[in-house]
Nanobody
Framework: QVQLVESGGGLVQAGGSLRLSCAAS????????MAWFRQAPGKEREFVAA??????NTYYKDSVRGRFTISGAKTTMSLQMNNLKPEDTAVYYC????????????????WGQGTQVTVSS
């Protein structure tokens, strides 16, 4: 079992920046995918960005590409969020899975507890 702990959420004005971090511990496996998802009030949890275990490849949700950058490898991961918009307000979750290219939460087996990001207009 993998344990994930997120940190770095907070309140920021539109146009500002935040950096989220995720630390993994416990049992890990090779060729895994680390990802960020988010869930806004009353909405489904949605994919944001993912990185492979060697940090050689990434993929993003279209609406965050160019503003968010995922980085890290193996047991740590970060999400640098720039030019934040009110619609980015959500609880952000770190997750680990094994299917490269997936954007479905069903393909990610381990989850953190989430960290709140609030962007004011």
């Amino acid at each position: 079992q993998v344990q994930l702990v997120e940190s770095g959420g907070g309140l920021v004005q539109a146009g500002g920046s935040l950096r989220l971090s995720c630390a993994a511990s416990g049992r890990t496996f090779s060729n895994y995918v680390m990802a960020w998802f988010r869930q806004a009030p009353g909405k489904e949890r949605e994919f944001v960005a993912a990185i492979n275990w060697s940090a050689s490849n990434t993929y993003y949700k279209d609406s965050v590409r160019g503003r968010f950058t995922i980085s890290g490898a193996k047991t740590t991961m970060s999400l640098q969020m720039n030019n934040l918009k009110p619609e980015d307000t959500a609880v952000y979750y770190c997750a680990v899975g094994t299917i490269w290219g997936s954007r479905s939460q069903l393909d990610f087996r381990s989850w953190g507890q989430g960290t709140q990001v609030t962007v004011s207009s």
